[in-house]
């Protein structure tokens, strides 16, 4: 079946200006994620959304982050007024279920591409 | 102290050789483990999800340590295309960590 996609693959943008991400989960999922991964480093996570209750939010950086999640499905990671350190992957995962309900494979976390932001 | 930490190699072994690595987390009442695979510029992949002490996937075998808080990933007969970095996740208050990954260079 379909994987996570993610759009675009690819954003240069100068400082300054705002951007919008996009993220399609699997079909079902009800757990959404976002991280960002600047080069040579780790996964930072930034945001989930499960289900209709209401996201954290722990890891935005900044309040020039943010994150919808619209019908339970698609969602968007916008950053406004972009900076030089915004630049990174942000990478979308899905999963059935939140990590730790069940300790089982309905957590695991599947990954769409990736966007890699650029910012000049 | 971070949620999960690895240590980041490289390591680098010939094709054929065992090679095993170990991560740390730091929260006790984490339950839920994996291990991803990260190709250059690729996003993650699952590798293998791990329960109870652990478990194996052919080539590949992972055992957990609740009580020292440790998860290990051995990959046996090492082929070129495991040449990776190996991300260690664990779940931590409903979300998971990731630690920064080690690199595998499995060379011919």
């Known amino acids: 079946g379909a994987g996570v996609s993610q759009s675009p693959s690819n954003k240069v943008t100068e400082k300054g200006k705002d951007v919008e991400l996009r993220c399609d989960p699997i079909?079902?999922?009800?757990?959404l994620y976002w991280y960002r991964q600047s080069l040579g480093q780790g996964l930072e996570f930034l945001i989930y959304?499960?289900?209709?209750?209401?996201?954290?939010k722990s890891g935005l950086p900044s309040d020039r982050f943010s994150a919808e999640r619209t019908g339970g499905s698609v969602s968007t990671l916008t950053i406004q007024r972009t900076q030089q350190e915004d630049s990174a992957v942000y990478l979308c995962?899905?999963?059935?279920?939140?990590?730790?309900?069940?300790?089982?494979?309905?957590?695991?976390?599947?990954f769409g591409p990736g966007t890699r932001l650029t910012v000049l | 102290r971070k949620e999960v930490e690895q240590d980041p190699g490289p390591f680098n072994v010939p094709e054929g050789a065992t090679v095993a690595f170990n991560c740390t987390y730091s929260?006790?009442?984490?339950?839920?483990f994996f291990w991803y695979r990260q190709d250059c510029r690729k996003e993650p992949k699952l590798l293998m999800s791990?329960?109870?002490s652990g478990n194996e996937d052919g080539r590949f075998t992972a055992q957990l340590n609740r009580a020292s808080q440790y998860i290990s990933l051995l990959i046996r007969d090492s082929k070129l295309s495991d040449s990776a970095t190996y991300l260690c996740?664990?779940?931590?208050?409903?979300?998971?960590?990731f630690g920064a990954g080690t690199t595998v260079t499995v060379r011919a």
């Open positions: 995962a899905s999963s059935l279920s939140l990590p730790g309900w069940t300790g089982g494979s309905t957590d695991t976390q599947y």
């Open positions: 079909s079902g999922h009800t757990a």
């Open positions: 959304f499960q289900g209709n209750s209401a996201p954290d």
């Open positions: 929260n006790s009442a984490s339950q839920s």
């Open positions: 791990v329960y109870s």
């Open positions: 996740v664990v779940d931590n208050d409903y979300k998971l960590s």
